[in-house]
């Protein structure tokens, strides 16, 4: 007799008795698992035997940090758990990447690695190391699984810690003997204690009337909107604060698509490579409200300049964050929807539209140096295939996956994001390798949406490999190569901090176009404005992988920039007469 679940798939009934491997598998089903990303070996072979009993659709990646990108990116395109899988030894420490990924970026995956027997464990056995000692500071949580009874109740406990406050990687480390014990099966017995946050409502009335005072006195209020928006499902309420409060609204990179670009009220991002006027906002503001975000350094620029004249609000799940890096006057600690939900009912509208105007004011000429207004050259410029891209895309659904580097910021500044999870990017551990394997995990969650990989020519070489999984799986993705022949945003730094060596940072690629058709894929090289669009328009009609090698000004930079150390506001902006001879001229 079986039990059905919430999501309709039949679990073997309570006191069935099962091998730790079915155990692993029926739980996932539990959870609702459908999609795993993995890769086989001797200490998880047991689970993989069994594996073919379950509703459980298994992607075969070609490198374990695939696996973990793909979770990872599956938790972001969709909101749930992503699962990766892998054996022991170097299994397992190939998730370290992805696992240090998820955590900076506060991202739900569950991994599972085998182990070796537990008789033998410490022994130095064969692909035996310390996954648990190795992941300890880059998971929220991990488990060291020996007993074939602890099987239900660690990898319950996983998805609840994974997903429940803020959220991060988890993984379950199995020993083989415990998989291939058998054991009494009971979902339900195996729930673990409802997840408590540190965090439960330590948001006071008198707090709210200290936010809600500091809110009517400014003159000069900023929010700040953070991945948290995202995480929290508040894109409502953060947008009927800043329309009653006429708040203009700045975004980290992690929060880009928490509010619609095309909102009157949203200035665009902030920090390192944000828009001047942005940062000019922030560094002139009387208030700063923080939606959801942590003060990353990429954001503050120097903090004894940051903000010199503003109060502070913070709203935020996790208390470590508070006043971490900025010294914050006011603290709602929570989730934010609630909390917003708490404090509208007594915010003011407001009337005077001053402080709006004047921020407006400070776009002055920055449009002018913007790119995409410099008479046409003859030179692509990755910013033209951003917008270009952005023009095509704009009236679906897309979700744009963004490697590590300077086209990751050309993505951010050119591609208008109006939707949450419309922007799946590396924001804390800025991991090259990202892209490719996360858009996979993206387009397995989300079939029905259209995934673009933006990945330079650097980063996409460190998972290419990933290709073949696309061809295996059939998977309907469109990738573009931001081609500039450098690692570019190093050969940035070395311009303009390091005298223009540029060590180590020139590359050669292999021909993008010739590789993809290895794998079986569909591809094009493009070099001219001109024949942008139409490749992009190639690769959302043909079904099935695209690679679009775009070869784009090989020596442009991201501007503006905020070098480390600098105030928000000094920033290094675009020559008046950028690129008069570069190394792409005949
Ligand atoms: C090359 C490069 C350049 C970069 N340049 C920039 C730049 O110019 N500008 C920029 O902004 N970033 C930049 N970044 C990214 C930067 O490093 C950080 O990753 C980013 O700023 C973090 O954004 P965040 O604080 O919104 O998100 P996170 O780091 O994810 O933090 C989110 C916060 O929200 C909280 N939270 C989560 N869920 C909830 C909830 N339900 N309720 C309340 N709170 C919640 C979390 O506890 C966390 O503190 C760059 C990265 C790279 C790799
Ligand atoms: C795994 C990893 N190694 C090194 C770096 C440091 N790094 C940051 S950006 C960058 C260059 C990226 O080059 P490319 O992928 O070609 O993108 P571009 O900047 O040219 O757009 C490097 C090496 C990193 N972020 N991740
Ligand atoms: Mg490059």
Same mark, same amino acid.
């Given at each position: 007799?079986?039990?059905?679940?919430?999501?309709?798939?039949?679990?073997?009934?309570?006191?069935?008795?099962? @091998?730790?491997?079915?155990? +692993?598998? !029926?739980? #996932?089903?539990?959870? *609702?698992? =459908?999609?795993?990303?993995?890769?086989?070996?001797? /200490?998880?072979?047991?689970?993989?035997?069994?594996?073919?009993?379950?509703?459980? %659709?298994?992607?075969?990646?070609?490198?374990?940090?695939?696996?973990?990108?793909?979770?990872?990116?599956?938790? %972001?395109?969709?909101?749930? !758990?992503?699962?990766?899988?892998?054996?022991?030894?170097? *299994?397992?420490?190939?998730?370290?990447? $992805?696992?240090?990924? /998820?955590? #900076?970026?506060?991202?739900?995956?569950?991994?599972?690695?085998?182990?070796?027997? @537990?008789?033998v464990l410490g022994t130095d056995a064969f692909q035996e190391v310390d996954t648990t000692g190795i992941t300890l500071p880059i998971t929220k949580h991990n488990y060291l699984v020996t007993k074939v009874e602890d099987i239900a109740p660690s990898l319950r406990e996983a998805f609840a810690i994974a997903q429940g406050g803020r959220p991060g990687p988890v993984l379950v480390d199995i020993t083989k003997d415990a998989q291939q014990s058998l054991a009494v099966f009971d979902f339900l017995a195996a729930a673990p204690p409802p997840y408590r946050s540190c965090?439960?409502?330590?948001?006071?009335?008198? #707090?709210?009337?200290?936010?809600?005072?500091?809110?009517?006195?400014?003159?000069?209020?900023?929010?700040?909107? $953070?991945? $948290? +928006?995202?995480? @929290?499902?508040?894109?409502?309420?953060?947008?009927?604060?800043?329309? =009653?409060?006429?708040?203009?609204?700045?975004c980290t990179l992690l929060g880009l698509g928490s509010v619609p670009a095309s909102h009157p009220l949203n200035l665009g991002m902030m920090g390192m490579h944000g828009e001047s006027w942005v940062n000019e906002a922030i560094q002139q503001a009387d208030l700063l409200l923080a939606l959801g975000m942590r003060f990353d350094d990429r954001v503050t620029g120097a903090l004894a300049t940051y903000a010199p004249q503003a109060r502070k609000i913070h709203i935020e799940l996790d208390p470590a964050e508070i006043s971490k890096n900025v010294k914050v006057d006011v603290a709602l600690i929570g989730d934010l929807r609630a909390v917003l939900r708490a404090l509208l009912p007594a915010v003011h509208q407001r009337d005077d539209p001053a402080w709006v105007d004047r921020v407006k004011a400070l776009k002055g000429t920055a449009a002018v140096r913007d790119i995409q207004n410099l008479p046409d050259t003859g030179h692509l410029y990755a910013a033209h295939v951003m917008h270009d891209l952005w023009r095509q895309t704009r009236d679906g659904d897309a979700v744009i996956v963004t490697d590590v580097g300077q086209h990751q910021m050309w993505e951010a500044q050119y591609y208008k994001h109006e939707h949450p999870r419309s922007l799946l990017t590396s924001g804390g551990l800025g991991t090259m390798g990202f892209a490719l394997p996360a858009a996979i995990g993206a387009k397995v969650a989300c079939p029905e949406k259209e995934v673009w990989v933006v990945a330079g020519d650097g980063g996409f070489q460190m998972t290419s490999p990933e290709l073949a999984t696309v061809m295996q799986e059939r998977l309907d993705l469109n990738i573009a190569i931001i081609n500039n022949g450098y690692l570019g945003m190093v050969r940035q730094w070395q311009e303009f901090f390091y005298e223009k060596n540029y060590a180590a940072t020139p590359l050669l690629s292999p021909n993008f176009v010739r590789l993809a058709q290895a794998y079986g894929l569909e591809a094009k090289s493009v070099r001219k404005r001109t024949e942008v669009i139409p490749a992009i328009r190639a690769a959302q009609q043909h079904k099935g992988g695209f690679v679009i090698d775009f070869q784009v000004e090989q020596e442009d930079s991201v501007y503006p920039m905020v070098p480390t150390g600098a105030a928000l506001h000094e920033m290094i902006r675009r020559p008046d007469n950028p690129l008069v001879e570069t190394a792409m001229d005949p």
């Open positions: 007799m079986k039990k059905a679940t919430s999501n309709n798939i039949k679990l073997p009934s309570a006191g069935t008795r099962l @091998s730790g491997a079915e155990i +692993i598998w !029926a739980t #996932l089903v539990g959870e *609702g698992v =459908r999609d795993v990303f993995g890769y086989p070996g001797g /200490a998880i072979l047991p689970a993989y035997d069994a594996l073919r009993k379950f509703p459980v %659709r298994h992607i075969l990646v070609r490198h374990e940090q695939g696996a973990t990108h793909m979770a990872d990116g599956y938790a %972001r395109a969709s909101g749930r !758990a992503g699962v990766a899988i892998a054996t022991s030894g170097p *299994g397992a420490t190939n998730m370290v990447t $992805g696992l240090a990924t /998820a955590m #900076l970026d506060s991202i739900p995956i569950v991994c599972i690695t085998g182990q070796v027997s @537990s008789k965090a439960t409502s330590q948001v006071t009335d008198e #707090l709210i009337r200290d936010a809600v005072e500091m809110l009517s006195q400014a003159r000069r209020p900023v929010i700040l909107a $953070g991945h $948290g +928006i995202i995480r @929290s499902g508040a894109t409502v309420e953060v947008l009927e604060l800043a329309e =009653r409060a006429r708040i203009p609204i700045a």
